[in-house]
Antibody, heavy 114, light 107 residues
């Protein structure tokens, strides 16, 4: 069974940093591209970032470019999102998603507030 | 970026009704489109992938179709557990873009 489990969320002040993790199991992690998607409270879905199977190809939404960094460790079946210079508008539930969206984690809440 | 225009934004329907939700892409995306169902407090769940393929475990009352850049999700006979919000999503290229969502409510 495919499982994706996010962690690392919480409350942070504007300008602060957080590192999200997504631990994968039930499939060969290194065979899949991965993405982060977020959902602000009461709003729709917004794609955040993509990483290829080897990590050689990476893309970001304009809204997070220069502040967020996606990475992965295929030896530990893990995906990461380093979030710096956080803004109030980054408040959202963050999901990791496998491949073209076939499987999603349960999500982790990030709240940016003073 | 590819824009996905989803309609309607909400609808009220009764159990047993046939429901149709549409999504129009701003350019050709071939069949690189997923449909998701999301219930409050839960992650999106894929129903249809590649425009018309039913995800394993999803009831057959859900179906997807495509005509050019117009995509349709159909629920043939609405069930109580189908009341939720539905999103389309193109994965033809990055950035992935989503429709605005359709909230299906009980009439």
């Amino acid at each position: 069974e495919v499982q994706l489990v996010e962690s690392g969320g919480g409350l942070v002040q504007p300008g602060g940093s957080l590192r999200l993790s997504c631990e994968a199991s039930g499939f060969t992690f290194s065979n899949y591209e991965m993405n982060w998607v977020r959902q602000a409270p009461g709003k729709g879905l917004e794609w955040v970032s993509y990483i290829s199977r080897t990590g050689n190809s990476i893309y970001y939404a304009d809204s997070v470019k220069g502040r967020f960094t996606i990475s992965r460790d295929n030896t530990k079946n893990s995906l990461f999102l380093q979030m710096n210079s956080l803004r109030v508008e980054d408040t959202a539930v963050y999901y990791c998603a496998r491949g073209k969206g076939s499987d999603w984690g349960q999500g982790v809440l990030v709240t940016v507030s003073s | 970026d590819i824009q996905m225009t989803q309609s309607p934004s909400s609808l009220s329907a009764s159990v047993g009704d046939r429901v149709t939700i549409t999504c129009r892409a701003s350019q050709s995306i071939s069949t690189y489109l997923n449909w998701y169902q999301q219930k409050p407090g839960k992650a999106p769940k894929v129903l249809i992938y590649a425009a018309s393929n039913l995800q394993s475990g999803v009831p057959s009352r859900f179906s997807g179709s495509v005509s050019g850049t117009d995509f349709t999700l159909t629920i043939s006979s609405l069930q109580p557990e189908d009341f939720a919000t539905y999103y389309c999503q193109q994965n033809y290229n990055t950035p992935w873009t989503f429709g605005q969502g359709t909230r299906v409510e009980i009439k």
